[in-house]
């Protein structure tokens, strides 16, 4: 891949990097030892419900926030915000009681730095072609997510929760301080008409009308429901079926970050403008097969191949479809859409959360993992039919009227 000359883009591709890695690094023990003091699927449910239920309860909030003042501003005080979020929960890592309710404050400032960052990528990225500057900002990303799992095993392995989230503090102290440095502005006078009020559901009321979109986004949260059954899946398949401990965890969460990396640096720039949603819906399919793999595998370097395969489709998927955003959203809703897709997309995950402790306690953590790779790929299938038939349909009208 070549690297963009952007500057901006650079800098805010680097800072999405290294908060991705301070966020795994800091997340992996702390789901660890949550499941280490307390046994219970429910409770390291609780800790993922806490972080995303603010992204979705708060997305309308979040994405006016993000319309309304000036993202690169707004990225920094966040990204100060939420450091000092993260020392606070090294402080009390025992008390469960009080790490959710931090966690959940930190799941409402990830709802308005990550639309406040998307929708900075344009302004950022200058001249450079949208796909390309979202291939960069999903490939820095896979490199954080890379290597946070894996020094976040080791780190929670070692009992080193406290240092994960120092380090995770300092990541968000890097974020601002690349923020500051950003030239590039998104000003809420350049995207808003004067006197126009600022409606928070207009984000996502602008993805539910275009069909395109509608069928895209809407096929990849319906997955999202299924597939995020594995985040409760995968610790106790790693630990209590294959028996490969917290390092074991640390590198199928690698395996599939490393996947992402592959699939967000190569395949996102050839793939045609037209093809965009196809290739999106496709990619959906082939994450959901790669877990089926992983499933059915019966040791660890088998359940590897099957993360990393699933994860080149989710990295290739998640730039398609905030490429598909770009060019579709006017400059205008664009904080609001993202804040839409990502509270629309964290709600799924949180009813797959409440779903996944069900089917893992009844059924095991096996048949937990195979469901949420068979789901999405079924899913993914139907509205990839559906469109394709779609489009057959209005290439055949044009020709006839034409």
């Not at 590897?304 to 998927?317: E, M, N, T």
């Not at 995950?349 to 937990?368: D, I, M, Q, S, Y």
């Not at 559906?386 to 349909?393: A, E, G, H, S, V």
Request: hydrophobic letters at 60%; proline letters at 4%.
């Amino acid at each position: 891949m070549t690297i963009p000359r952007s500057r901006d883009l650079r800098l805010l591709a680097g800072a999405a990097g290294v908060s991705a890695l301070g966020d795994f690094l800091a997340l992996i023990p702390l789901v660890l030892h949550v499941q280490e003091r307390t046994g219970s699927t429910f409770a390291v449910s609780a800790v993922f419900f806490a972080l995303w239920a603010p992204v979705v309860l708060g997305a309308g909030l979040a994405g006016t926030i993000v319309d309304s003042f000036e993202n690169r501003a707004l990225l920094v005080g966040v990204s100060f915000a939420q450091a000092a979020i993260a020392v606070a929960l090294a402080l009390c890592v025992n008390a469960l009681w009080a790490v959710l309710p931090l966690v959940a404050l930190l799941g409402f400032t990830v709802a308005v730095s990550q639309p406040a960052e998307f929708a900075l990528v344009p302004a950022a990225a200058g001249d450079v072609e949208i796909a390309r500057a979202n291939g960069l900002m999903e490939t820095v990303r896979a490199v954080g997510f890379t290597a946070g799992p894996l020094l976040g095993g080791v780190l929670g392995a070692a009992g080193m929760l406290r240092l994960a989230l120092a380090i995770d503090a300092l990541s968000f102290v890097a974020v601002g301080f690349a923020g500051l440095a950003l030239r590039a502005r998104r000003r809420p006078a350049a995207a808003t008409a004067p006197g126009e009020r600022i409606r928070a559901r207009a984000g996502f009321a602008f993805l539910v009308h275009d069909r395109a979109l509608a069928l895209t986004l809407g096929g990849a949260i319906a997955a999202l429901t299924v597939f995020t059954i594995s985040v409760t899946a995968e610790p106790f398949f790693v630990t209590d079926v294959l028996g490969a401990g917290s390092f074991g965890y640390g590198l199928l969460i690698t395996a599939w970050t490393l996947g992402m990396l592959i699939g967000a640096a190569g395949l996102p720039q050839r793939v045609p403008a037209a093809a965009v949603a196809v290739a999106a819906l496709t990619a959906i399919v082939a994450q959901g097969l790669g877990l089926v793999v992983a499933a059915l595998a019966p040791v660890l370097w088998t359940a590897l191949l099957g993360f990393a395969f699933g994860g080149v489709a989710h990295g290739l998927k998640n730039v398609l479809l905030r490429t598909l955003i770009h060019e579709r959203v006017p400059e205008a809703l664009r904080g609001r859409a993202f804040a839409a897709y990502n509270g629309a997309r964290n709600g799924a995950e949180l009813g797959a959360l409440a779903l996944g402790g069900l089917v893992v306690g009844a059924f095991g953590a096996r048949t937990g993992l195979l469901v949420s790779g068979l789901g999405p790929a079924a899913i993914g299938l139907t509205c990839l039919l559906y469109l394709t038939t779609t489009l057959q349909r209005r290439t055949f009208h044009a020709r006839v009227q034409g």
